[in-house]
């Protein structure tokens, strides 16, 4: 089972930007932390991180070659993107929409999300740990179907 | 670590309501397997199924004395009940809200949540599994924390 | 034929409350009007009032058990109740919405029925007599289908 | 006692519009039905079909010289005429609205009723049978007035 | 000098249709005290009441062969008509809409003039008056221009 | 009978703000044409301008000593003054609303007046000729109440 | 004189509830101080309070036998209860809404009250004061009518 | 294959109405041009106008016998008719709606048309030229359907 | 101790002005009446009343040299003044709003306050007494600090 | 004659994605057609495909160099890209929009295009054939104004 | 070159109102800085501090005949008053509106600003600065335009 | 001191695009202005125009390590990016927004900032100038700073 894992634009700056909300982990270091608890599951990972909408709506596109399923954070075009929204309904396997922050407690524009209606279900408001429940639930929902 | 798991209005129905939405397995047996996975965790769990809006309020409130975080699926009450929100408010521990479908793609009028708000995060679209998830996170989050 | 005919909140107080908008007559003579007229057409019927939003959710759900259908004024938990909107849903027989006033010409907000999209359809204006017309409607939707 | 009816605009077609929301009665043979049915209740009942708005409107101010109430189906016009609604107004005895589809379980646009505040009341969701219990209404109403 | 004066549906009921917003007076007599008015102005006046959105735009339309100006009382029309907002600036000269009533001061529905924006002004509020009250408007335009 | 003739604030430009709105004739001139006809009707007029909205006020609560009607542009006030709705409301006797321009043709926060429900009327769109319209409106109504 | 006093959902827990928000006094010590003060005016004081809708419609509904007014904190059910509306509409007494923090200087869905406009008045934002503001606002307006 | 084109309110002054808008074309020409255009596709066309939104309900509802698709210019009927709409929905076959000019760079009210939802698409802004487009759509349509 | 008590716009009409809203008593004497029950109080009285906004604004902003805690009726300028609540913002003392009527039971457009969030608390619908509430309001308040 | 054709976010997919909605064409085989249909109309065409909001905006600013119109089929991006529209709006040479599925017909918010009101017309609907026919309608334009 | 420096409500308490917000410099001391700065490009400045909507309207009208451009505050009145924007338009040449604080960062009724649209342009979020930086631009204005 | 000065989408056309509205300037020339102007403040300049959102998200990521400001012109993105407000907000140094248009005087959607509340001010209306005027904004608030 492999599962490609996408983040958004300026998780980049992940550990430095606004540390009160984000925390002060890298990005390397969550990658790395969900790549291994993935590996005990038998999941194999790949992640990827663009600031592009584009970009984005292509590593869907394209991952329906060699992904069973993705978790995305797609950040701030959780509220603008009907790219995104359109590239994940167009994705044949399971997609799971991940935020480290609860986005239903901050701004007025984060809570509502154009792309959440097009995943299979959203995970939201516990840092880091957001995309290893996604993985899970993943594994949960594909050893089910088999 | 002692988990209250809440649910609410036509919850008791699971498994002969809307199939096609829920899934047929009951509440009775969710809550068996949430249970089972939660001991596995070391957590202990204690469940709740209410259609009342202010027993679900007398829950959380009277759960302030043995829980160290609730795991709520307030169903129905989710798009209504300022009341619920009060109550988590009012909780010093986690609560972690859970849906079995994914709200975003549903009615509009199940789009809004005026209970995450109050909620450390939000897990949605995942079925009986969403549970499970929830546990998990409290696990993370209490973990961590010690 | 069996049919449940619910009454929700306020409803107690027919005759005494706002008699210009309600009428004169009690609740209990009500009852019993339409449970005469109901017995003209070969119909049995049971009578529920209750004030707790909940309550009503669980009459639905066990009415499931032992009536054909259910006629239900929910009051002022028709502006406000998805809870009720859900219980009608998960209800396999058909649902009928009656309201004693035309709800169409008064206040803004109980221009908006959260339950009626989930009945077979709505009779509003007609005093008591809305409930006969409602035990009526039944009958005919039985008939035709047997 | 003497009832006008009139059916608005596409009422026409009925039989071959859309049968899997309509039916496959025509409006001839509805018309047949409540005919005969308010005959029993020794009520005369004329019919009336318009596509046009002004027609509608012109029916209803003629009514007022031979009819003792009118049961109206405005479909369309329902959601969009002001005219119709002041043509109730100015009719000085009962106006029931009458739809054969619920339309609160329809699009957005037909959950508004312009036609409804100004009607004694309003019978959605029961087909042609809607029409019967409009003229069954109004038989209690006049008869509880005399 | 010649004008077009217009008025809108249910205006042929004007003097039975709710007395106490229209007062008493019958559009005849109406009609014959504006023309008796305008005459002594040295403008011929013709009249013309409808029902019928489609007729309304089609004497607007016509109305460019023989008349100077249009008084016109869209009545209903005013508030949901495009078509005769098209037809008035479709018109090459001056339109004057006219109410009876103040219908600022009416329900909400009533508070929005589609018509309005494609016409020269508006008088709204003096009953019978404000027909006698646009005559002498156009009076004051037509011979200013002169 | 004697009439107070109000223009609110920005009018004391007059002829010179925005001459292709409001035209090039002055306010005196403007006040001066409108006395000369209300004379001719036998009417004395007192004129006020005020760039202040509490002033409006204190000319509409005083007026009710000397004045037997109001005729009022209150300018900008129109669209944002409570106020002067309040003290027009607590003004026993008639009050019309002029405006020069036909505010519902120019910006979208010029076409809500909160001031006009609490009028008997509304004129707009005929520039100065707008006040003497009023003045007669006031005429026609005062003459046929006596 | 008798009156009611009603606190509504979550208020069981004041004085360990969000301190900063309700202070830290207990709900019996606050029942306790407007009691006394009732008495000192000669007031007999009931108590009761409730997380229930539905019991606080009944509480209305038969203190209509024993009470001759009513102090009601509806807590969260103030936004969202048009069940309270009603109840307190059919009661034929004065009401009065208290609340103990300013909700017009908190979140947005507490700015609009459902329950205020069916009561004679509010108070907002005293604390435990507002419920003997209230106590002493009904003994004048009882005393006056006396 | 025969079309039926519909050109709806006030069409019938193309050519002297507002020209910079529509051009100086009239619409007898325009259907020519048409009618000439379509044969050379072996396509047989009909033409209608129509000012009375009932009378387009009542060609579309009559076409079902005679045309195998419908070209419709709704003109003002656009943004105000459910009746259109709905007898689009009723009609069996491609009807398509055609714009002179592009509504949506122009007023707000002409941005939303509650006709094209019940279309197969939607042509504006190319003039005349559009109408043309339309046929030849119909064409491209029903041929690869063959 | 010293209050002022400030009265917005109209408020100087009181007793003459609408009676069936706000009574019949004149601004002088509720005055005096506020001014006795403070003395009893121990404290110490002034009052302003004012129709202009800019006013009211310095009344508050000079308040800040001599008095202990402001009372304020905005009247009108409740629902349209911004500059109000900006000085009662920058007034580092308690501010109250009172109203005479409820305005949550009157027209749309005074249900909104722009100025109680500014305030420590809002009185509504006790006639002239809520003022003495207010004042009463405040010595418990300054009493509980002192 | 020149015609730049610019499809935009997830087109690339085409023939993969939600075949129900888009077809089973492939973009290239659409480019082909379209190319083959341009040529015998003596057009010219380029094809660009992208899923990058900036690279559409270059795209359009530098084609003012060496086409003579466009063709765009903006997919997502119409709904939420101001930058297009911007670009279009800088371009000097007519822009048509092209939609292969009739965009009223689906979710909400597909139904506003903020890039239609800078362009010359839309076509929606067709499929395929929408992007011949919209090269038809720039070969009509451009034709006429030579 | 001569500039009026208007400053709206509440600034006069500059220095004393909100520091954190506002700073802690007096309203002189701001009007020195501005005056110096000016001065040193040869422009000569006027001050002018009202909290009066009506004398902010009136320093607008009179400064045409010796201001040649307007730097304006308007501060709670940028939000509410259209007789200020009226005003400005009015004034034949330039005006900059200022803000000290960013109004777009604070509560959503400061984002809408009823007379910027009058503006030549808006300058905010600088604090005293503002000012300045205000004369500067219209320094480059007026000195390009020479 | 140094500052990064970055252009948004269709920016690069400045000069050719819409000069009536951005002038005829082309960027490069604007900024060897702002340079120019920098570099008498001691001010270091650096350049960057993009088309793409997230090359601007990145432009601003990166300039955390070399520059002690950005002053920006999201352009179209202003009104659509969430993405850059949080590039902004994560961006620990002072960010300023600058407009060549005045965006308050244009089409509705460009009213409203998604970026300016994540900046410290915004300059808008002044053309080219609006790029100096922000560079001297940053130069005091560094220099008071110091």
Redesign the interface.
Known sequence: MRILVIN???M??LG???PEVYGSETLASLEKAVADFAKELGIETRFAQ??????I??LI?TA?KDADAIVINP???T?????I???I??FPKPV?EVHMS?I??REG??????T???????????GA??Y??AV??IH??LSQKA
């Open positions: 958004g634009p300026n980049h700056l430095s930007r606004e663009s600031n592009h909408e584009g970009e709506v292509e596109g329906r950040a701030a075009y509220h603008t993107s009907v790219a929204h359109d590239a309904k167009a799971i609860n239903q407690a524009f984060r809570r509502e999300s154009l959440a209606p097009a995943c299979v279900g959203q995970i939201c408001g516990f740990n957001g290893k429940l899970q639930a949960y929902m």
